[in-house]
């Protein structure tokens, strides 16, 4: 019996995922636990294993496509069977076009009588009966849609419709596509194929010192998310930044002592990051309107220290969250920070790994920034920047390496003093780290 195939939901926030890549296409068979296709969220990225064995007799979506979650993907059954009404039932197309025979058998008759069809005219506003998966077949392949005989139910044209015209020979520019489908021209210049005409002279070479050229790239998904997020963050809230520093000589003096000997008590690796986390945790659960969440005009202020962490990816910034950071050992929360740093590179971090986040530490240090203003991670009410050492100059000539600190708060949740009081405390913690692990 065949079964629907879903998106699944990975975390209560998410209700769409991209398909990225097919494993598995139709017709191929498939056993339970085989991967079906990958797919990825605004952040993360999965494979879906099959729950059953069969072959997958229809697919509802392409790569690229976005599919909402808890739809159905494809369908899984017997080599054969009927799956007419659950195509129809899911939405992707009419029973009548899902009984209608393979596409490759009829891809020759299709073709030669879109030789003969008359041109197929547009008139501006009118509506475009064609199914998704012929759409992005038209949108890739540049075909002449002028020239499409559709052969559908209702005049609806299907995927063998394009391909027919392409085998025709009838084809024309992507934008060409775009316009006719969107309403703006009713009819298509068309581009004869090579076999159809003269070989066109090669294309001359680029200049060498063709200074104006460059390559586009659209937006991922993820980076969709970064700038919807970003903006809507400088925009929504008012913004304030206060920058210090403190004397790091404790910080790093216990830090050499970490490398030196702390691998034979099973503190190996622990990092300046995982120190300044750790303070920031201690220091933190102190504010309430600091370590909080604006919604709706309501404070929603948390009892722990629920604290994310900046991590560079390949795929775009991604913010991990330390729940109950407050309640961790300095241990701990260096173990956790490698743990979800390294999900984030490899792409696994679940959505609910990454919401639910108090206070946001960003560390750009190790890159040499010496300053910066961190831009607050929507709905926090503060973000703060760790920035790298400098050497400065006390009153009595001594060199002390100073570490900056720039804390980025909402001004319409958090005044200034108390902002000024978290940053002075949190730089005293810092100056006496070895004081503050006695606490």
Request: proline share 5%; with cysteine.
């Amino acid at each position: 019996m065949a079964n629907f195939v879903i998106m699944p939901r990975q975390g209560q926030s998410v209700e769409s995922c991209i398909i990225t890549t097919w494993h598995k296409k139709v017709g191929d068979e498939v056993k339970e636990g085989d991967v079906l296709f990958s797919y990825e969220t605004d952040k993360s990225a999965f494979d879906e294993p099959s729950q059953f064995s069969g072959v997958i007799l229809h697919s509802f979506a392409e790569e690229g496509d976005v599919v909402d979650c808890l739809k159905p993907v494809c369908i899984v059954g017997t080599a054969g069977e009927d799956v007419s009404a659950l195509i129809a039932e899911a939405g992707g197309a009419s029973s009548e076009e899902a009984a209608a025979p393979a596409e490759t058998a009829e891809a020759a008759p299709v073709a030669e009588s879109v030789a003969d069809a008359p041109v197929v005219t547009k008139s501006e506003g009118d509506i475009i009966r064609i199914s998704p998966r012929a759409k992005n077949l038209a949108l890739k392949t540049g075909v002449d849609m002028t020239k499409v005989a559709p052969t559908g139910p209702h005049g609806r044209i299907i995927e063998r419709d394009i391909n027919a015209a392409l085998d025709a020979g009838y084809v024309a520019t992507t934008a060409a596509v775009e316009d006719f489908l969107a309403g703006k021209i009713t009819a298509v210049e068309e581009v004869v194929e090579e076999s159809a005409a003269p070989a066109a002279a090669p294309a001359a070479a680029a200049p060498a010192d063709d200074f104006r050229a460059y390559t586009e790239t659209p937006f991922s998904n993820v980076r969709k998310v970064i700038a919807k997020a970003m903006h809507s963050s400088l925009s929504e809230m008012a913004q304030l930044t206060l920058n210090s520093s403190f004397d790091a000589t404790s910080l790093m003096s216990y830090r050499k002592l970490l490398k030196e000997k702390g691998e034979a008590m099973g503190l190996s690796k622990v990092t300046i990051n995982d120190m300044v986390l750790y303070a920031v945790s201690r220091v933190l659960p102190g504010y309430p309107e600091i370590n909080a969440n604006v919604v709706d005009n309501t404070f929603r202020k948390f009892a722990h220290a629920n604290i994310g962490m900046a991590v560079d990816t390949d795929r775009g910034l991604l913010v991990p969250v330390i729940f109950g950071s407050d309640t961790l050992s300095l241990a701990e929360i260096s173990q956790k920070t490698k743990a979800l740093a390294g999900s984030a590179r490899e792409g696994t971090l679940s959505p609910d790994d990454m919401s639910g986040g108090s206070f946001t530490v960003s560390n750009l240090g190790s890159m040499g920034v010496e300053s910066f203003t961190p831009v607050i991670n929507p709905p926090q009410t503060a973000i703060l920047g760790v920035c790298c050492t400098t050497n400065r100059l006390k009153a009595d000539g001594s060199v002390y390496p100073a570490m900056g600190l720039s804390l980025t708060f909402d001004h319409r949740a958090v005044d200034g003093a108390p902002a000024a009081k978290f940053l002075k405390e949190l730089c005293t913690a810092l100056e006496n780290f070895e004081l503050l692990l006695a606490k």
